[in-house]
């Protein structure tokens, strides 16, 4: 069975900080990576996601995320973030037909 | 187009009582998805369906049903709530299998048991 480790609870940030959130995950098939993004009283989104190819992906909000393949790793980045991106942000692997979620990171930037 | 919607937004209930959430999509997708987010323990599926008349077990499937008579709807039910129970639920649909496809997600039904 798949799992999804996300390394940080909570993190707080002043803009125009860069930010890396840290995801890990176990899997033992072909993996796709997905970030979830869930900001205040809105419902979760679609932030990038990974299948093949290039590791390094591109999302929406000039987020991106790098494929480890060798660290089970992938990393949210963004060089710089703004108020706007307060928000909780879930990394998730996919599996058959299902998506196992991480418990998420909640995101404070600060103005 | 409303994407997925989902009835009721609030509810609270006493330990004991049923009640159906209510999701439906109208987006044509194929598998639909029940979650409950609770605090610091991320989504956990509880049940799914890969198509009009199929419904399976997801994490955390105890203590409630679904059932998917239509493709555009997607019922969960508690049967018999409980105070563990209280969390909020989201529904998600997408076109194929989530593992390899976009989900997209309801707003969301708060439940309150006590």
């Known amino acids: 069975a798949q799992s999804v480790s996300q390394h940080n609870h909570h993190v707080i940030l002043s803009e125009a900080a860069s930010l890396e959130l840290g995801c890990n995950y176990s899997?033992?098939?072909?993996?796709?990576l997905f970030w979830y993004v869930q900001y205040p009283g809105q419902h979760l989104q679609l932030l990038l996601k990974?299948?093949?190819?290039?590791?390094l992906v591109k999302g929406i909000k000039g987020f991106e995320a790098e494929f480890i393949k060798s660290k089970f790793s992938f990393n949210l980045r963004k060089p710089s973030v703004q108020w706007s991106d307060t928000a909780e942000y879930f990394c998730?692997?996919?599996?058959?037909?299902?998506?196992?979620f991480g418990k998420g990171t909640m995101l404070l930037v600060s103005p | 187009n409303a994407g997925v919607t989902q009835t009721p937004k609030f509810r609270v209930l006493k330990t004991g009582q049923s009640m159906t959430l209510l999701c439906a999509q109208d987006?044509?997708?194929?598998?639909m998805y029940w979650y409950r987010q609770d605090p610091g323990m991320g989504l956990r599926l509880i049940h799914y369906?890969?198509?009009?008349?199929?419904?399976a077990k997801g994490e955390v499937p105890d203590g409630y049903n679904v059932s998917r008579l239509k493709k555009q709807n997607f019922l969960l039910g508690l049967e018999s709530a409980a105070p563990s129970q209280t969390s909020v639920y989201f529904c998600?649909?997408?076109?194929?299998?989530?593992?390899?496809?976009?989900?997209?997600f309801g707003p969301g039904t708060r439940l309150t048991v006590l």
């Open positions: 998600a649909s997408s076109y194929l299998g989530a593992s390899n496809n976009e989900q997209f």
């Open positions: 899997y033992g098939g072909t993996v796709n």
């Open positions: 369906s890969v198509g009009e008349g199929t419904t």
């Open positions: 987006m044509n997708h194929e598998y």
């Open positions: 998730a692997v996919g599996g058959y037909s299902t998506l196992t």
């Open positions: 990974y299948f093949s190819g290039d590791p």
